[in-house]
């Protein structure tokens, strides 16, 4: 089953504390959005890239596309103000096909069976989300004070990429932008018209690139995978 994949890389650097986009910022020399890029173009199965990006930093992504020969970019849609503005702005621009994905671009660790996974998910169920268990123990508390513990064993870290059929999440994004709706992620829009998402268990390795510290991260799962490829 064949799928579009929608980048959203109309950021910003504030939480990296960088002066730039954060997907610019680098890992060995290429950029983190870079990485990203590399893994759907290394899918068969992937049939089309689309970024939603800022006007002014076009330029600069393009030449990243064109230096490291990234041809499933197939076209570009304005960012907008929320992340589902970009997103719907792809929707809206790409032709009707059949699963889409909604990927952060500052995730560039995602396991491509983990992909295979949610988009065969999608395509029978409508909608499915990577997500990994929660493995730290987690309590509510009102004003510094603990007023519950909470059961893990039912709670999931989300991560993306987020997989949907096209006229689902089409759909999802329209009402709520009609609605004035503003939600957390793509999943949060598809439930609030009343259609299930499943899970698909991902990898901790999936760590998105938000702040200095996971550079660290994505710095040593680059060198981890660096070394098992020569052994």
Sequence with gaps: MNYTVVLPAAGSGKRMKADK?????ELFGKPIFVYTLEVFQNDPACDAIWLAI???ERGVIESYVAKYGIT????YAQGGMERQDSVRACLEAIPPCGVVLVHDAARPFIASRVIASLVEEAAHKGAAIAAVPVKDTIKKAAGGIITETVDRNQLWMIQT?????YELLLKAAQSANEAGFIGTDEAMLVERIGHPVHIVESTYENVKMTTPEDLIYGKAILESRTQEELT
């Design 72 to 75: 499933k970019v197939k076209g």
């Design 161 to 165: 990429p987020q997989a949907f059929t």
């Design 54 to 56: 800022k006007e002014e």
């Design 21 to 25: 986009n954060k997907l610019l910022l």
